[in-house]
């Protein structure tokens, strides 16, 4: 996710393509995000803005939001 979003690998969309890999990572290995889609752009843009894209602060974002799949019909 940082990588992707700093790197700029994609002449647009950058941003978007790096929250829609790692949310389709996260169910390969268990887990799903429980967040808004608001939530997640404003983290997202607002951090880059701030140049504080960085991986602590992204595994922190996705440690509070990161649910067991198990958990996903409880919500």
Same mark, same amino acid.
């Not at 940082?2 to 950058?14: D, I, M, R, T, V």
């Not at 509070?64 to 958990?71: G, K």
């Given at each position: 996710m *940082?990588?992707?979003? @700093? @790197?700029?690998?994609?002449? +647009?969309?950058?941003k978007r393509i790096s929250f829609v890999l790692t949310d389709a990572f996260l169910?390969? @290995?268990g887990s799903?995000?429980?967040v808004e889609a608001l =939530?997640?752009?404003r983290f997202?843009? *607002?951090?880059?803005?701030?140049? +504080?894209f960085r991986? #602590?602060?992204i595994r922190e974002?996705?440690? *509070?939001?990161? #649910?067991?799949? =198990?958990?996903?019909g409880s919500l």
């Open positions: *940082e990588s992707l979003a @700093n @790197n700029h690998a994609f002449l +647009e969309g950058y169910p390969a @290995n799903f995000l429980a =939530s997640a752009h997202i843009t *607002e951090a880059i803005s701030k140049r +504080e991986f #602590r602060q974002w996705l440690a *509070e939001r990161a #649910r067991p799949l =198990s958990d996903q």
